[in-house]
């Protein structure tokens, strides 16, 4: 017998989470407006951008693309740390947090390639004003957002492959 716990990881337990009835309950009510206020600002960004066509601008389409990019980050963790704020049990499940890690990689991807994409925007229009339509075009705004999602996925499924391949052996539980 070599002596080695060939025992595998199949959820993690956090302990940092506050324990009196009183914060947890005051801790959700903050972090649910705070969520709340996240998503119907960004759903507000998105349509007004949508509907008025004073907005139909390319600052506008990549600033509604990264609204729903915001939602997404938001939505990825938020609620599973709102419903564990009244569960007793503070579980995630490898599979779930895997699945947390992904999406929150390939949010980030794509949330750089627009930042950098809306900072090529502003220097096209300050820079070379008379050229700033035919250069930012709807075409090269779509590749931009199209490349984005291929960036994000692309930097998620090459870092999930390293983490998936790994041993989670040992202590499960997760100290804030």
Not at 15 to 35: A, D, Q
Not at 42 to 59: A, G, K, Q, Y
Not at 155 to 163: C, D, K, L, N
Request: glycine share 6%.
């Amino acid at each position: 017998m070599d002596g080695l716990n060939n025992s595998v990881v199949s959820e993690f337990v956090f302990l940092g989470l506050p324990s009196s009835w009183e914060t947890k309950v005051f801790l959700m009510l903050i972090f649910s407006w705070i969520y709340l206020g996240i998503i119907l600002g960004n759903l507000f960004i998105f349509f007004l951008v949508i509907f008025d066509s004073h907005l139909h601008s390319p600052m506008y389409f990549l600033l509604a693309n990264l609204s729903l990019i915001d939602m997404g980050f938001a939505s990825t963790t938020v609620p599973k740390m709102i419903r564990d704020l009244l569960n007793e049990y503070k579980l995630i499940s490898f599979q779930s947090c895997m699945t947390q890690i992904c999406f929150i990689h390939i949010m980030g991807g794509v949330e750089m390639v627009l930042l950098i994409a809306m900072a090529f925007d502003r220097y096209t229009a300050i820079c070379k004003p008379l050229h700033y339509l035919n250069i930012m075009n709807p075409k090269i705004c779509v590749s931009f957002v199209i490349a984005g999602w291929v960036t994000g996925v692309n930097h998620a499924m090459s870092q999930f492959a390293f983490i998936i391949n790994l041993l989670f052996c040992g202590p499960n539980e997760v100290d804030s």
